[in-house]
Nanobody, 126 residues
Framework: QVQLVESGGGLVQAGGSLRLSCAASARTVGIYTMGWFRQAPGKEREFAAAIRWSGGATRYADSVKGRFTISMDNAKNTVYLQMIGLEPDDTAVYYC???????????????????WGQGTQVTVSS
């Protein structure tokens, strides 16, 4: 069982930056991929970024590419999402997710992930 706890959300002006953290408790052996998703009011949860736990390969949604950077600290069992150039459309609840195995589905799919954090609110004012 993996528990994920996000932190780092908040209110920021357009053009500002935030860094989200996701701490994985308990055993992380067997985690295959970590991802960040976001859900704006009235919209479906959408993929933002993902990173392979082994090797560190990354993937980004087109909407955040060049502005968001996902990284990990294996020693701390923590994944980060550095966000710069934030826009009002980035306003959402951001969720950390972990996949315990590989899948035929792309890592952009929410159905790949077994474990989810409680979410952290990011609000970008114009």
């Amino acid at each position: 069982q993996v528990q994920l706890v996000e932190s780092g959300g908040g209110l920021v002006q357009a053009g500002g930056s935030l860094r989200l953290s996701c701490a994985a408790s308990a055993r992380t052996v067997g985690i295959y991929t970590m991802g960040w998703f976001r859900q704006a009011p009235g919209k479906e949860r959408e993929f933002a970024a993902a990173i392979r736990w082994s090797g560190g390969a990354t993937r980004y949604a087109d909407s955040v590419k060049g502005r968001f950077t996902i990284s990990m600290d294996n020693a701390k069992n923590t994944v980060y999402l550095q966000m710069i150039g934030l826009e009002p459309d980035d306003t959402a609840v951001y969720y950390c997710a972990a996949a315990s195995r590989g899948s035929a589905l792309p890592i952009t799919s929410r159905y790949v992930y077994d474990y989810w954090g409680q979410g952290t609110q990011v609000t970008v004012s114009s």
